[in-house]
């Protein structure tokens, strides 16, 4: 509490005649080790403060934040809103000190406010500025780090030189007592406002306390705004949100919310209508249920106010006055910062010109003496009659020259004259569009929630209800089921597209993606250990030969081909111990990869959420769920593909976004791993085939980061190499080296005590 200012305003003021309060310090409290305090961050270091002075009714508790304040300080300055003045000498502690208002106007200092210390003036009496004569005047005081005696009557503590009493012995005529604010039961109000995220409910608010400003609303805001009334400096470029705003002040007491924690604590138990203004946490039921435990007593009634869907018409017009306002000054900034460069522009104009002809003059000059110097050498008579004859024609051209100039001038001036009509000379008004006229809210400049704290909490967004413990729920714009209804509308399309950032991947998913690690690096050393073997050999030799006549029958192979593959018992051995995936290259083998990483992705994702209303992976959040469940980011670029819609579109057989959604195309369980091998290999001949017939769009080109390679000593196997040494597969991004092409399979030997890194 050291860091903040206090304030209070007593609840009689005065209209007239000449009455005084006073004040003494009782204690000064030591502010405490400030020595690491620095100024240029956290601004003036904190020190007693005391304030004394009047104010009107409803403007702000601590003395300085408004132009209906007027008051001496403890050092002996006099202040007129945030003007001030020296006036007096410094109040010392123990001292009486008497502020008296001459509102009495038969006296020579009517209107006027005077300091006096034990009875003795130590102030010439300071006039009232204008804004505030003839309204009513309310003793006032603010302090910090002090403890202060207040004395308002019947009769002051220290007599003063002349006959005047306190103000609690002033005349009824002369005063103007405030109500108490007194609830008629007895119960004051815990008012819970529940609305949506950046529509309106901060704005609500404003508009209801402004009319009932009996509440006191509790909210980080309103201690930041406390905190700019105190002097604190807050380091710039810091927001937050609207909600939980960044407490930036570089000060322990008030960073760690020890702040927040202390009002909620002393709230509690002092006996106030309050405002709780909390946008998630009125949303939540279980928070709802703690912040009204809290105000258990039986002094306080609990009653939530619910803003939810189409507001009313007056609200609506608030808005629309508030974005109207908004696009009126940011086109009166562009109005003004285009006025400002065509008066620039036509500085330099008119300086370009002016040095223009400053140089004909001289020009003109110049040759003028040229002439006459040339006349002078000429003495011959016969020359003199030519030069006669051409000054005459000199002179006609110099005539007609002025006329030129002349109306050159002339128009110049006439054209200046109607750019100047032409000119605007205040801002164009705007309007509002059809579209804009039909939105309901204002877009904050900050938004009321982070996109991290909406996400986490969103799904859990509920309308509160009586049985939670309040004594009435009221619905402000629309009722209660047509309120139920818009909140389920909104966290549904919520979930459709938001990101669930505290997501991990299941046992499921882990332990089916070992598995397939283990089978796919047993396939690779399956090819590799076929094509080293004399089976392999043949089948090459074979393969080889059946290509050169492949082109006459095309279409019938491309038939058998697909029913051949499907139909396939056993992958690992489709005949003679042949493999299915024997002709897979490094492309087919990435491309199984990534293939099965993304049908995997979409089907633990819908596992581990387990919430229907959720249609599956967003394209805006692929990449962030492609690292949170695999810790590697989705390599398009490798792939030879700009984005990842392009890369998704690789295996389009497998998966694709379907409205914005990545969707499963193959009818299959993520353990039937046999059936991936097989939608590769009918990708690879269908591929080959493209290229056999000159389609050179057909061919890939990925880069080795394509598909990781296994780490070294700890593979189970690798292509053509020899498995020496057991363990568990584990994937990593393929580092830079050399590849060495051996026709369309791997090469390579495992060496040491595990297994050899792929080499292409």
Partial sequence: MRYLVAGARANVGMKAGRYLFEVKVLEALPVGDVSGWNARTNGPAPKQMVRLGFSTAGSPLVLGDSEEHVFFDGEGSFYVG???TAASKAVAKDKTVAVLLNLDPKSPNAKTVSLFCDGQRISEPKP????????????HVSYRNVTLQVHMGPEPMKALPFKCRSIGGAADADVVKEPKMEPKDGKYEVMIPVGFPDEGTFNWLDGY???NPQYVELSDRKILEWAASSGLWRSKGWKGSNDKPEFNFGIPEMDSFSVRRMINSIAAVVPRNYVIMEVKSNLVEAERKEVLQRFSGPHFRKVAHVVMGEPSTDFKKLELDKMLKEKQQKSDALWQAKKVEKERKKVIADRQKQIAEAKKKFEEEKKKKAEEAAKEKKKDEDEKEGEEKKEEEKKEEEGKMEVDEGASKDEEKKDEAMEDEEEETEPPKVELTDEEKAKWFHKPATYDLTNKILNQTFASFSIPEKSEGF????????????????????????????????????AWFQETWKAWQKTFAEWQAKQGAFKASPAGAEAEMKSAGQKEGQEDNEEKAKEKGKGDIFSVKDVNDVGNGEPLFKNFAFEDWAL??????MFLLQAAFKKDVNDSDRPGIHESHFAFYFNRYYWKNPNAKAFGVDSHADLVKLVKETVAFEEEFLTAKATCEPD???????LGEENRRERQWRIDAGDETARLKFLPQA??????GTGSGSAQGEAKGKGTSHWQAAPRQSW??????WKGKGKGGGKSGWRW
């Fill in 740 to 745: 060495a092409v051996q026709g369309s399979g």
């Fill in 209 to 211: 306390l402004q009319k």
């Fill in 672 to 678: 039937d791993f046999a059936m991936f091998v097989m």
């Fill in 707 to 712: 598909l990781p390679q296994a780490a070294a």
């Fill in 592 to 597: 199984l990869q990534l293939r099965y990483e």
């Fill in 471 to 506: 004594e009435e729920v009221r619905f402000e714009w629309q009722k209660e089921a047509k309120s139920k209804e818009y909140l389920s509308k909104w966290v549904l399309e919520r979930k459709r597209t938001a990101r669930i950032d505290n997501l991990q991947p299941s």
């Fill in 82 to 84: 945030k003007n001030k």
């Fill in 128 to 139: 009232l500025p204008e804004n505030l004569h003839g309204k009513t005047l309310f003793p």
